[in-house]
Nanobody
Framework: QVRLVQSGGGSVQSGGSLTLSCKVS???????MGWIRHAPGKDREGVAT???????TYADSVKGRFIISQDNGENTLYLNMSSLEPEETAMYYC???????????????????WGQGTQVTVSS
């Protein structure tokens, strides 16, 4: 059974940095993966993707500040976030699927595997 277990996150002041991790277990297959965030009262937002061809995409709002990467040896996905802003306070989810992850597609039913979510709180 494929499981995505997240760690990291927490609280940080505006301008600070955080790193999120998402460990994949229960499979040796490489999946397309990404990060989606959901702030209270707002729609889900695709943040970054890394597909099996190693190509990455980023939401315009995070380009130059966030980096998505993966350690295939550790089966772990990362999201390094810097220069965080209060409006980026949200629950962050890692997702995985057999098909490419797309920033514009964020519905819960769109992807087969989801992490449990981790809260990121940025204070001003």
């Amino acid at each position: 059974q494929v499981r995505l277990v997240q760690s990291g996150g927490g609280s940080v002041q505006s301008g600070g940095s955080l790193t999120l991790s998402c460990k994949v277990s229960g499979t040796t297959r490489n999946y397309n993966m990404g990060w989606i965030r959901h702030a209270p009262g707002k729609d889900r937002e695709g943040v970054a993707t890394i597909n099996t061809d190693v190509a990455t995409t980023y939401a315009d709002s995070v380009k130059g500040r966030f980096i998505i990467s993966q350690d295939n040896g550790e089966n772990t996905l990362y999201l390094n976030m810097s220069s965080l802003e209060p409006e980026e306070t949200a629950m962050y989810y890692c997702v995985a699927d057999y098909f490419p992850i797309t920033l514009a597609i964020t519905a819960e039913k769109s992807y087969n595997f989801w992490g449990q979510g981790t809260q990121v709180t940025v204070s001003s």
